[in-house]
């Protein structure tokens, strides 16, 4: 720092004023103004009023064209003022620092790990969620990846309060000399303004958006090291009148690593200080101090009671407070006016500073409110998914809905058909002949040919198929259980006509039902009887003729074997054929249920079963967002 040195007053009398200034300003850049004003701080106005003494017009004159000239600041943090107990020194400009490394920022393994499985969440529900749902998760993201590649020694704390808090003078308080404005005019502070206490941070200042000309060193002091990593940005009023001001507040915000909430004795209770920031932020508590300002102006105990008061409605916000050393957030009373508590907030912000996590801890907890806002999307306490029971029923409906158990009936009586024919007797079975010479080939079948049976057909799938999607969403969140009914009825078009298809290659095959190894023996046994009623006739008759000798008994036997043994092997063979025949339907009953589960599996079950696949993946994920 360049010493402070007396200037003559007569030095350059012959210069214009203008250039006077920028002579003495060359040779010391750090005096301000009229040199004969330096060592009186009364001399160039009260710093806390920004108001100038009458007699040193020409001076502060002088003083505002060094500060132009060395700032360029605008309205905003134009004057360069001395402090109260020593010399005047100008906050340095950080553009004239030199280019230092920067580390980037690093998480640890469990932040890392959350916000892996926030990306993967994102990812796998943009086809499922809207971009208005994700869009919270997305900017926690982007914040996260954006802060990484910046300076992990630095943590940026904002100082945000209402008109009139004194969050300004605090900021000035803090810096050790006067950079941010001050003032009975409200708004006063009009833009954002950033001090930083050590090289390196222009990059997070920059993020922030703040231009050059409104970026500040502090006074190189002794307690200035314990600080060493420190940006401090004083933000406009966030109840100024001005939209734009607020606009600034609620977009650094959403950037800053910490905030320090500055609250007077008169606005500490504000419902809009409380329900639009400090409530919403609770999740940030181990990043934020509240600051109960102006304690100079509370009689006796009353700072305490204001003080007890705060922690009550911030403990209403659902904030934690920092206290018996559990982690929360810090609550202070102090005065920036006096400097009472000023030590204590400068020592607690410096062990903050220090321990470099929080950056990490503001990221976490933007993690924890994207995930709190994503929870009825993602989160169900029912059983979600399709049962055993759901799946077998679905197949049934379909199954009824071709028919499978009639066609395993009717399979089963074109096989006893086919058996009585094969081994009934010849005078039974040509009299079925007869009636039966004008009816379709036997073992025929033909599904569903009447326009009511495929309409009512029809509507059993459109059953089948909305009672599975129900089963199947039934607790999954709004937009999952929508998908779930979207993939069912996908799949729903073209079933019906996928299963009449499957009816007719499926069912009962056309022509005979095969026939057991035991037939051709009754066919025989059958044959033999007709044989035996032949002969014993033939018999009788060469009898009657006088071609034979007359002896009826063998005859008359004979015939009456033929006759009696041929229905009765008849029988004998239909109580026989019952079980084949029987198995014979099942198989087919068992073939087209088969077929009609197939088509019903790979058009609704599958995608339904994808669909839950993938919110079970995203539940997982979600799980691994939360911590769990």
């Known amino acids: 720092m360049t010493a402070i040195t007396d200037q003559d007053p007569t030095e350059h009398a012959d210069q214009p004023d203008g250039e006077a200034n920028r ?17 009186n701080p009364r001399a ?3 710093p806390r009023t920004g108001n100038p003494s009458p007699g040193t017009a020409q001076g502060e004159r002088a003083a505002r064209t060094d500060a132009a000239e060395s700032w360029d600041d605008g309205l905003i943090a134009r004057r360069v003022t001395e402090t109260t107990d020593g010399p005047a020194f100008p906050a340095l400009d950080s553009r004239s620092a030199a280019p230092t490394t920067v580390t980037p920022l690093v998480y640890d393994g469990p932040l890392r790990s ?19 749902t994700l869009s919270e998760a997305g900017r926690v993201l982007d914040e996260a990846t954006a802060r990484r590649r910046l300076s992990g020694q630095h943590t940026v704390v904002a100082i945000a309060g209402a008109t009139g808090s004194g969050k300004s003078q605090l900021f000035n308080a803090l810096a050790g000399v006067a950079i941010s404005e001050t003032g009975v005019r409200r708004p006063t502070t009009a833009a954002p303004i950033a001090c930083s206490w050590s090289d390196g941070a222009a990059s997070l200042i920059e993020r922030l958006g703040i231009p050059p000309r409104l970026r500040r060193r502090p006074l190189p002091t002794g307690d200035g090291e314990s600080l060493r990593g420190l940006v401090l940005v004083d933000l406009p009023d966030h109840d100024s009148a001005a939209v734009q001001h607020r606009e600034h507040v609620d977009r650094i915000l959403a950037l800053v690593d910490a905030v320090i909430w500055v609250v007077d004795p008169e606005k500490y209770a504000d419902a809009l200080l409380h329900e639009r920031y400090l409530r919403p932020m609770a999740a940030h508590a181990e990043v934020m101090f509240v600051v109960l300002n102006q ?19 911030l403990d209403e916000d659902g904030i934690a407070l920092g206290e018996y050393g559990e982690p929360g957030t810090t609550v202070l009373a102090l005065s920036a006016l006096t400097g009472d508590g000023v030590g204590e907030l400068r020592e607690a912000l410096g062990q903050f500073v220090s321990e470099r996590g929080a950056p990490a801890r503001r990221i976490s907890a933007d993690v924890d409110i994207a995930a709190a806002r994503l929870r009825p999307v993602y989160a169900t306490r029912r059983r979600t998914g399709l049962s055993e029971q759901a799946r077998e029923e679905f197949a049934d409906r379909l199954a009824d809905a071709v028919g499978a158990t009639a066609a395993g009936e009717a399979a089963e009586r074109a096989w006893l058909r086919n058996a009585n024919r094969a081994c009934g007797t010849p005078w039974l079975r040509l009299w079925r002949w007869y009636q039966d010479r004008g009816e379709p080939a036997t073992g025929r079948i033909t599904a569903r040919t009447q326009a009511d049976e495929e309409a009512t057909a029809r509507q059993r799938v459109e059953q089948a198929v909305r009672t599975v999607a129900d089963r199947a969403s039934a607790g999954l969140p709004a937009p999952w259980a929508q998908a779930v009914r979207e ?15 499957l009816s007719v290659r499926a069912g009962v095959p056309a022509g005979r039902p095969p026939r057991p190894g035991w037939w051709p023996v009754a066919v025989l046994t059958q044959a033999s009887m007709t044989i035996l009623q032949f002969v014993g006739g033939l018999w009788l008759l060469g009898q009657i003729i ?8 063998v005859p008359v036997l004979l015939m009456v074997i033929g006759i009696v043994g041929g229905p009765l092997i008849e029988w004998s063979c239909r109580m026989a054929a019952r079980g084949p025949g029987r198995r014979y339907g099942l198989e087919a009953e068992r073939r ?14 599958d995608p339904v079963a994808a669909e839950l696949l993938r919110y079970r993946e995203v539940r997982e994920q979600y799980g691994r967002v939360v911590g769990a």
Not at 592 to 605: K, Y
């Open 487 to 501: 993939a069912a009825a996908r799949g729903a078009q073209g079933l019906p006509e996928a299963l009449d298809e």
């Open 44 to 46: 160039a106005g009260d």
């Open 23 to 39: 002579a003495r300003a060359a040779r010391n850049p750090r005096a301000a103004g009229n040199p004969r004003t330096a060592g």
């Open 114 to 132: 959350r916000l892996e499985a926030l990306r993967e969440l994102v990812g796998l529900s943009r086809t499922r969620l809207d971009s208005r």
């Open 295 to 313: 304690i100079d102006r509370l009689p006796g105990e009353a700072a305490e009671q204001v003080l007890d008061d705060l922690r009550r409605l």
């Open 546 to 553: 006088g071609f034979m000798a007359p002896n009826l008994g």
């Open 592 to 605: 087209l249920r088969e077929a009609a589960a197939g088509c019903g599996r790979a058009r609704v079950l």
